[in-house]
């Protein structure tokens, strides 16, 4: 990376009434990327790859309604496309009309929701921790992912807060905190469970909303009605992978390809932005032609 920081902008942006935002880096005249982030994240996360990216592309990370610095819905959603409404015209407004859509768990669900709606807007769509769930197995983990939160007068919400935060990290679903559902060697640091917490005692006692909608959305049949230019990443490291798999093991439309990440988080965000790199070169050939 750089040693002089590329500026990042915190923008608020007025979409469908909600004050939506999002972060911006790069010059307007290079190609849009935009990032979508996991719950119940925000677009803070994606700051460092930013900063690798935005000399080569106009990168736009939104906040999910309801998550980071953006408003939440005036209602509680019924699924992801209550979403992509305040989405879109957040996008057409920073990004432009034409966009590569990255998104990263129900961020990937969120961008596939997008990219079935809007499939002209996308240039091509990058979906990250993407996978495959059978109602049989979905059902029951909606009943126990989403404790309530609700603020408590001895502050016991924040304890349950912390333990979910801790063991997201370690085990999925995080809930069953065992051997057979270990996702990770060992725990995370307290340093980054106070920063996941953050992010999750930011979206408030709502922050089961976007979650749960994409929980719901993830099912192997939405990826396999897409018709424009996508690429599936495969993460070694990622929580989700025996899921990641399941999807894979689908027919897939031709118009989308698997690249396998590796799983150190640095060398998978070195693979993600090669591969944008070359993307982008194929655009540029393809309009020079």
Not at 100 to 116: C, D, H, P, R, V
Not at 178 to 206: D, I
Not at 239 to 247: E, V, W
Not at 253 to 273: D, G, I
Request: aromatic share 8%; hydrophobic share 45%.
């Amino acid at each position: 990376m750089s040693s002089n920081p590329v500026p990042i902008e915190r923008r608020l942006q007025l979409a469908a009434g909600l004050r939506l935002q999002c972060r911006v880096a790069g010059d307007a005249a290079l190609p849009a990327l935009v990032l979508l982030h996991p719950s119940p994240r925000s677009s803070a996360m994606f700051e460092p790859w930013m900063q690798v990216l935005a000399p080569h592309f106009r990168v736009v990370a939104v906040d999910t309604p309801g998550y980071g610095g953006s408003d939440p819905l005036p209602v509680p959603p019924s699924g992801l496309q209550d979403y992509l409404g305040p989405l879109r015209e957040l996008l057409l407004a920073v990004a432009g009309p034409r966009f590569f859509l990255y998104g990263s768990a129900t961020g990937a669900q969120l961008a596939i929701a997008y990219a079935l709606r809007h499939a002209a807007d996308v240039q091509h769509l990058l979906l990250d921790n993407a996978a495959h769930f059978d109602d049989s197995e979905r059902q029951p983990m909606l009943l126990r992912y989403f404790p309530d939160l609700t603020p408590q007068a001895d502050g016991a919400h924040l304890l349950k807060a912390w333990a979910m935060c801790a063991q997201m990290a370690e085990f999925f679903p995080w809930y069953e905190n065992n051997e057979a559902h270990r996702v990770a060697p060992g725990p995370p640091s307290a340093a980054e469970v106070q920063g996941a917490l953050r992010e999750l005692l930011a979206a408030g006692p709502a922050y089961a909303q976007a979650y749960r909608a994409a929980f719901e959305h993830e099912d192997a049949a939405h990826v396999q009605a897409l018709k424009l230019p996508t690429t599936l990443l495969r993460w070694s490291g990622s929580i989700l992978l025996k899921h990641i798999d399941r999807l894979l093991q689908f027919p897939l439309p031709a118009c989308v390809q698997v690249l396998n990440t590796p799983a150190p988080l640095a060398a998978r965000y070195q693979a993600m932005t090669a591969h944008l790199l070359a993307l982008k070169a194929g655009l540029h050939e393809r309009s020079s032609a």
